[in-house]
């Protein structure tokens, strides 16, 4: 059950981050999330909602913008979104690749009142 520690996470550092840029009260928060995380969208939302109200952030929302794995092909160097944890070039075959996108997390935004 990662999505707790995650959630966790954001409400940490999103709390840590409004504090900085003064905002008193935090409405909405925005986070980006690599497929390869494997992370449930609406679990990690529910988790965020029992969570936030320890944390003095009762009126935030969590949105989740998921970010889809792309791998470069090492062998013939094409581009594909594999389906399975394994890397397999639907190519020319060969195992493994580059990550290029799909490994995100971070907050994307935070809004809220000052």
Known sequence: MHEGSFAR????TASKEAEKAGIKE????K???GEIHA???EFLITVF??????YGLEKASLEVEKIP??????SCGGIYSPE?????CPYCGAMGGEVLQGEELHIISIEGEK
Do not use: S, Y
């Open 69 to 74: 794995l792309k791998v470069r092909c090492t």
């Open 31 to 33: 986070v980006a999330i």
């Open 49 to 54: 909602d029992m969570m936030k109200g320890e």
């Open 39 to 41: 992370v449930v969208d």
């Open 9 to 12: 996470a954001i409400i940490l």
């Open 26 to 29: 935090i409405k909405r928060i």
């Open 84 to 88: 399975e944890p394994i890397f397999l």
